[in-house]
């Protein structure tokens, strides 16, 4: 039988599962994915070299860390 929420009602069983932290799960993703050191990577960059237009310059610097991993992985 289901209740309006259309979640099924099992005599009186509040039971629901267990939800993983969403910081943590965020945390795990940034982890994974070396977000956190690109970030400081491309921030010290942009900061060191002061270009004029920094979004344009941040854009290459990714266009070309992309290109680099594609050609590592190639070989």
């Excluded at 993703?29 to 344009?56: G, K, M």
């Amino acid at each position: 039988m289901a209740d309006s929420s259309g979640k099924s009602a099992t005599c009186g069983n509040d039971y629901s599962e267990p939800v993983e932290d969403p910081y943590k799960k965020a945390i795990s993703y940034l982890e994974r994915h070396n977000i956190l050191q690109l970030f400081q990577h491309l921030t010290s960059d942009v900061i060191f070299h002061r270009p004029d237009d920094p979004l344009d310059y941040l854009i290459k610097e990714v266009q070309q860390m992309k290109a680099q991993r594609y050609q590592t992985a190639s070989k």
